[in-house]
């Protein structure tokens, strides 16, 4: 029996962030495989983010992943489209090369640009990529029973990860996941 | 490539939630440390106070993505998407 692999595609908003979480080892408990760009690991210039990214590239729990000259183009297609709507999300090249990927492979795309994820809203050929943020990574982690659960403290993971990054989310967005897992886990 | 139709809740739904995430961002911010820095940096803090735009305010700054993401942590400044 064959079960399909679980593979993302991270962007460096992503990785600089979860590289400071105290459990950011849980993102290989979800993930089969996590690919990191060329051009955003030229972006990672930090002792904390290279020594973790190194150690997991090591360990082959990330991958580095070559863009093709096609992809790059794609991208930057959709960079300048998204620039020629107003009220739209600034797409910069490393995103939306990962929306790019994401769509060709069908890697889930790890983000904390807005831009790329207003892009799978606004633009017809995105709309079945599947963009996670950190608020999703953490919520699967629970639902899928790959990190400790505290019912009495259903957020305890989520409050943790914003102590470490000062990565804030939204009330709305918290309420949901505590309903969720209250619903799904804690019931 | 083809674009589609933006449709008004789309966009009223971003925009909404942008001006939530700049509230946020303006009430936690440490003004005192925005407004002892240098002007460039000072600068590009406070568009990134309005806008939430990092790699913008990077290249006001001067700086990488991620010593920017570390002088907005010094400035209690949080990321919020």
Known sequence: MSTKRRIGIADTCFLIDWARYRDKDILFKIFDLVFISETVLREIKSDLTISWVASKLAENKLALYTETDDEIEEARRLVLLSREIPHMISIDLPEALCLVVGRRKGFIVLTENKGAIMATEVFEEYKDVIVWRALEVLLTAHLERKIDIDCKNPLKHFRGYQEDTLHIFSNKDLDEVRKRIEKEICR | ?81
Request: hydrophobic share 40%; aromatic share 10%.
């Open chain 2, 1 to 81: 490539m083809k674009k589609r139709y933006v449709d008004e809740k789309i966009i009223k739904k971003w925009l909404e939630e942008a001006e939530n995430a700049r509230r946020i961002r303006r009430e936690m911010a440490d003004w005192n440390f925005i407004n002892s820095q240098p002007p460039r940096l000072r600068e590009a803090l406070k568009y990134y106070v309005e806008t939430g735009d990092i790699r913008r305010a990077c290249i006001f700054a001067g700086m990488d993505l991620e010593d920017f993401r570390d002088l907005l942590r010094k400035a209690k400044i949080p990321v919020i998407v």
